[in-house]
């Protein structure tokens, strides 16, 4: 099982990002999946997370995030997608996404089996 992060990037305080989280040798329409970030010096911490299955699945983000940040799924293409608007400074980090043990949402690291290798985000003020 591999997650590859991608669509990091640098980018200037009030922008937009959309990070892609494409999964290979299982199908990860059957799990929840999430993203997580860590800034320098800082453990890494929940950001979002998604539901098994389709449309109008269940989702929950970090109050830090909410309103700013949506994750969504397409399982046709084995991939989670998390859209951040409106970035600020602070959301500066390393963003990784992970596959859950399950299909409901979770935002304990430790109920994540398969991590991606992280996609960096920079976000200049």
């Known amino acids: 099982v591999q997650l590859q992060a991608s669509g990091g990037g640098y980018v200037q305080a009030g922008g937009s990002l959309r990070l892609s989280c494409a999964a290979s040798g299982l199908s990860i329409s059957n799990y929840a999946v999430g993203w997580f970030r860590q800034a320098p010096g800082k453990e890494r911490q929940f950001v979002a997370a998604?539901?098994?299955?389709?449309?109008?699945?269940?989702?929950k983000y970090a109050d830090s995030v909410k309103g700013r940040f949506t994750i969504s799924r397409e399982n046709a293409k084995n991939t989670v997608y998390l859209q951040m608007n409106n970035l600020r400074p602070e959301d500066t980090a390393i963003y990784y996404c992970?596959?859950?043990?399950?299909?409901?949402?979770?935002?304990?690291?430790?109920?994540?089996?398969?991590w991606g290798q992280g996609t960096l985000v920079t976000v200049s003020s």
């Open positions: 998604i539901n098994w299955g389709g449309n109008g699945i269940p989702t």
């Open positions: 992970a596959k859950d043990r399950g299909r409901l949402i979770s935002i304990r690291r430790l109920n994540y089996d398969y």
